[in-house]
């Protein structure tokens, strides 16, 4: 007994130790973040194909492939088309010109854009950017062979066709891509800057993002599982302002952090931005915003939505600033149903309640 007492009685320290350091490693740990489960359970549970991500504060919670070939944790992240989450980012650009002074929201657009002036009256940089223009309709020209209105495959120039024959602005909500095609057109003329060029310059090149317009230079890589083809590339490049951007979800989810952190707008400036008038189905500049009850939550949270559509493509960007997190979602299904939040169901409302509420 001796002998043996004696052969352990050294490695007791040593084994003490290991241990202790054990201890204070898994103390050290980050515990898994709960929210991450319950997001992911909510998006196998739907049959989404596509990607997901779900950002608090800082951290990445999930940020993966559903239904689709997973993408190696070291390969460059694919890039989606942002679609219509584009005037979402063009609406950011306006704005941080009616901040520096240069634009006025309620100051005629033929003040900027003297291609505007006509018999009728110009609509307001707040009618463009709320759908409220009185511009034909890009979606009213006839379909063509492959199904598309003939405006998004033709060759003439968007921003020619979209200035023709108008009705006067300040009447009833319309959704409409010529408007965002005018807004382009002004930042381009009171910057001085092609719109790309002003997106990498004031946007990309600050927050380290890769995303640019489909078209621009040397144009983006969609090369994801089943990625776009020729033609639906040449279709995004013709939406330009109005949903031509492409990039990662990461890269949106740094633009989501930095409208939401104050980096890209001052406060007064993004206050008006997202302020949802209620009379237009809560429509703020380029986006929604609006409070819900969701699942969990004892109180109503306030909601910044922005979606796109664009062919066989879907997405959604859900911000919920005070509480710091975003929920962004990529589809190329054409036909999944997102649902609607304000209706307590659906697809984003269950994302947003795994992720906000408890």
Known sequence: MIRSFRLFRPFRPIALLAAGLAGIVLAGAAAPDPRAARVATVVEASGFAGEVL???????????????????????????????????????????????????????????????????????????????????????????????????TATGSPLGWCLGTRAAG????????????????????????PLASLYAARIAAPLGLKSRFVGAGRGIALDWPDGVTPAERAILARFGAAGGLAGSARDLWKFDRALTDGKLLPQTARATLWAGDPALGYQALGQWSFEASLKGCAATVRIIERRGGIGRFQARNLILPDRHIAIIAFTNRADFDFGEIWQGKGFSYDMLSAAACS
């Open 170 to 193: 300040g009447g009833e909500w319309r959704y409409n891509n010529c408007d965002y095609l005018v807004l382009g057109a002004i930042l381009d003329r009171v910057t001085g800057q």
């Open 54 to 152: 779900v950002g608090a504060g800082d951290r990445v919670l999930v940020d993966r492939w559903f239904g689709m070939p997973q993408i190696a944790a070291d390969a460059t992240p694919r890039s989606w088309p942002w679609q219509s989450v584009t005037k979402q980012v063009v609406a950011t650009l306006v704005m941080q010109q009616v901040a520096a002074g240069k634009l006025a929201l309620d100051a005629p657009a033929d003040r900027y854009l003297p291609a505007l002036k006509g018999a009728i009256a110009a609509p307001t940089l707040r009618q463009l950017l709320q759908h409220r223009s009185g511009l034909r309709n890009p979606d009213d020209t006839p379909p063509g062979k492959d199904g598309w209105p003939a405006f998004y």
